[in-house]
């Protein structure tokens, strides 16, 4: 035992000599998952992170060269397509399933899941901050003598990917502050523009908020469908940025219904990635559909338009 604890300092040791030595946190994170995956022998080491109450998103993976990317295939997860193992993780707990064919019968959802991506064997370990989850760390098909050594790594590991995401946000915000300082004779243009943010995670719009408020604009926010329709009671935006799925209902509704009839243009902003939704968005009346994630420069440009629009400049 005192070996094994020996060699799993060792090992966490030089994951963060990995870390130290990278030029920022983003390529921490990419050698740190590559140091994983060829050390550990795993086909894919990967980092999900949370994207709002429904869905969590794959943002860095290593992979084997005959392993097809996760990033690529599946970028996004619903997070029922895990019940109940989800609900598992965010008590702080870690899944190691050293054989998926035995899930068939007691976790037949799941199975499926993870039959379609190959997966074998998996461990998963939650990304914690102040008893909240934020993502996970998780490996595929891990040599099944290996997985509990794995599974002990990963829980101390994942503490310190959790952390290298925040050093990441930390320096957006940092770069948005030193661009808000540079002086912009296009944004004169913005002043007295209002723009609703409205999504269920409030990161997002703390982010966003972030983004856009540099751009000139007033920024209103909601975290539902309610407390957006009270705004519309009082406030007028000249765009609204807006999530499709809310807890109290569905975006699209909100647009068709509220948005469309006002003559407020609608950029929508949501996980769904799918042909069919971004049709029945612009359906409802939306003036642009964007996928998270998306870069800063994308909102900005869509808001801008939108801008335009009620303008008449797109008349």
């Known amino acids: 035992m005192k070996e094994n604890a020996a060699y799993n300092e060792q090992f966490v040791g030089e994951c963060l000599k990995k870390i130290r030595k990278a030029p920022d946190a983003e390529e921490g994170l990419n050698q740190l998952l590559r140091f994983l995956g060829e050390r550990l022998e795993c086909d894919r080491v990967y980092v999900f992170e949370e994207m709002d109450r429904q869905h969590i998103h794959n943002n860095y993976e290593w992979c084997r060269s005959h392993v097809s990317s996760g990033i690529q295939e599946l970028p996004y997860v619903a997070k029922k397509d895990l019940y109940p193992w989800y609900e598992r993780l965010a008590d702080g707990e870690n899944i190691i399933e050293p054989d998926v064919e035995s899930l068939q019968k007691s976790d037949p959802l799941i199975y499926e899941f993870l039959q379609r991506q190959n997966i074998r064997s998996v461990i998963l370990s939650p990304m914690m901050a102040q008893g909240k989850i934020h993502g996970l ?21 994942a503490y310190f990917v959790c952390s290298l995401v925040g050093q990441r946000d930390l320096l957006m915000l940092r770069k948005l502050r030193a661009d808000r300082q540079k002086p912009n004779p296009e944004l004169s243009g913005h002043n007295g523009k209002t723009i609703l943010l409205v999504d269920d995670s409030r990161e997002l719009l703390y982010l966003n908020e972030r983004i856009l408020r540099p751009q000139g604009y007033t920024i209103l926010s909601a975290g539902t469908l309610r407390e957006a329709g009270k705004i519309l009671e009082e406030v007028t935006p000249d765009v609204i940025v807006l999530d499709i799925d809310l807890p109290d209902g569905s975006g699209l509704a909100f647009c068709r219904e509220r948005c469309s009839r006002a003559d407020i243009p609608v950029v929508f902003l949501t996980a769904h990635s799918d042909a069919q939704t971004a049709k029945e968005g612009m359906e409802a009346g939306g003036f642009a559909f964007l996928t998270k994630p998306y870069d800063v420069e994308e909102l900005q440009r869509a808001v801008t338009d939108a801008m335009d629009r009620k303008a008449g400049v797109f008349a």
Do not use: C, Q, R
Request: net charge negative.
């Open 137 to 157: 760390l998780g490996a595929d098909n891990p040599p099944p003598e290996k997985m509990e050594h794995i599974s002990i790594l990963f829980e101390v590991l």
